[in-house]
């Protein structure tokens, strides 16, 4: 069984930055993507970013197109989410996700297998 941690939320002001990080453990072998999604108070747990384990494809939401960066490290088993130009409304909890070997794609949440618990990320100046 994969177990998923976050770190790295907190607090940013209106354009500023922050770096989510997602540690994998248990099971790791069987990981083929990962991800991040994050769910605002009273909205449905979205999409935000992507990856893919063995290619380094990517894959974002529309809304986070050119502000966030996902990327992978194979040997420590993490997936980071860079965050920049933060806007208020990217305010959420952050949650990683991973998968194990299937068709289709990291970039909805039925692909996915295994969640975090969830970071906070709070944009407010």
């Known amino acids: 069984q994969v177990q998923l941690v976050e770190s790295g939320g907190g607090l940013a002001q209106p354009g500023g930055s922050l770096r989510l990080s997602c540690a994998a453990s248990g099971g790791t072998f069987s990981i083929y993507g990962m991800g991040w999604f994050r769910q605002a108070p009273g909205k449905e747990r979205e999409f935000v970013a992507g990856?893919?384990?063995?290619?380094?494809?990517?894959f974002y939401a529309d809304s986070v197109k050119g502000r966030f960066t996902i990327s992978r490290d194979n040997v420590k088993i993490t997936v980071s989410l860079q965050m920049n130009s933060l806007r208020p409304e990217d305010t959420a909890v952050y949650y990683c996700?991973?998968?194990?070997?299937?068709?289709?794609?990291?970039?909805?949440?039925?692909?996915?297998?295994?969640w975090g618990q969830g970071t906070q990320v709070t944009v407010s100046s």
């Open positions: 996700a991973a998968g194990d070997p299937k068709s289709g794609s990291p970039s909805d949440r039925a692909w996915f297998d295994y």
């Open positions: 990856i893919m384990r063995s290619t380094g494809r990517t």
